[in-house]
């Protein structure tokens, strides 16, 4: 069945490096991408989203790229700060016929100082 | 503040008893899922309402059960509770379903 696979599931950077972590997608139809944060205790937070019409999204030192023909997305963080660290949850959500919005297992991102 | 009102914050019970978690989306999101989150894992998809009807499933136990009312709110019901049940229980809302999700706060349940 469809799923998304995310990796690393674990990160470890020093502060003021940057972060990379990808996911894969297996349905083609799928067309919003969005990632989420969430901290120790907290519910998950949108930080950034794409959707399939674009290739690249920035805001601020957090990034979005898609790549559609490979089926897969990453999330970029620059300048890493140790309130980045938490855990981060990609997803791929699907608007027609099964209206499926899937996460990814999650990777646990540590910033240390 | 999301806008997704979830309650209570927390509830213990014991191992067969039957519990009703509410959730209140944000004000004009139709969609609600529910999700389960165990201690140090991912977000299990349980289910998800759009507009009042069922839209999918995920890996829901059959002693789970779930509605949305004519007011968009939603309840999950879970019974026979085992030790294995406690978790963080997530409601989430959204306008639909390529848009982004807006979690609740989470009701922590504990089975002892």
Same mark, same amino acid.
Do not use: K, Y
């Given at each position: 069945g469809e799923n998304v696979e995310q990796h690393p599931s674990t990160l470890s950077v020093q502060e003021g490096d940057s972060a990379v972590i990808k996911c894969t997608y297996? @349905?083609?139809?799928?067309?919003y991408f969005p990632w989420y944060k969430q901290e120790l205790g907290k519910r998950p937070q949108l930080i950034i989203d794409i959707r399939s019409n674009v290739g690249e999204k920035k805001d601020q030192r957090i990034a979005v790229t898609l790549n559609k023909t490979a089926k897969h997305f990453s999330l970029h963080i620059t300048e $890493?700060?140790?309130? @980045?660290s938490a855990v981060y949850f990609c997803a791929a959500s699907i608007s027609?016929? $099964?209206y499926k919005y899937i996460f990814g297992t999650g990777t646990r991102l540590k910033v240390l100082a | 503040d999301s806008g997704v009102t979830q309650t209570p914050k927390h509830l213990i019970t014991a191992t067969g008893q039957r519990v009703t978690l509410r959730c209140s989306p944000r004000s004009g999101d139709l969609s609600v899922y529910w999700y389960q989150q165990s201690l140090d894992q991912g977000l299990q998809f349980l289910i998800q309402y759009y507009n009042g009807e069922e839209r999918a499933k995920g890996?829901? %136990?059959?002693?789970f059960s779930a509605q949305q009312f004519p007011d968009l709110h939603s309840e999950l019901n879970l019974s +026979?509770?085992? %030790?294995?049940? +406690?978790a963080l229980y997530f409601c989430a809302s959204s306008l639909a379903s390529n848009q982004p999700q807006h979690f609740g706060d989470g009701t922590r349940l504990s089975i002892l």
């Open positions: 297996s @349905d083609s139809a799928s067309n $890493t700060q140790p309130e @980045d027609s016929g $099964t | 890996n829901i %136990l059959e002693r +026979s509770l085992e %030790l294995g049940d +406690s």
